[in-house]
């Protein structure tokens, strides 16, 4: 299941690089922040997932 994780953090990454490049190109502010969030959730996610737990 790291494979989860570690696709999670490669899809947060991306996001961020989106979000970003939003910022840059002036899009509309609720496209940065819905972006961002989702950046935000997905490093998140994949961040949790990786931590020791019950299997």
């Given at each position: 299941?790291?494979?989860?994780?570690?696709?999670?953090?490669?899809?947060?990454?991306?996001l961020?690089?989106?979000?970003?490049?939003?910022?840059?190109?002036?899009?509309?502010?609720?496209?940065?922040?819905?972006?961002?969030?989702?950046?935000?959730?997905?490093?998140?996610?994949?961040?949790?997932?990786?931590?020791?737990?019950?299997?």
């Amino acid at each position: 299941m790291r494979a989860l994780a570690t696709l999670l953090l490669i899809l947060a990454g991306v996001l961020v690089g989106g979000t970003w490049s939003l910022h840059k190109q002036g899009a509309a502010r609720g496209a940065v922040v819905i972006t961002g969030l989702l950046a935000v959730l997905a490093t998140a996610g994949g961040l949790l997932w990786l931590l020791p737990g019950e299997a």
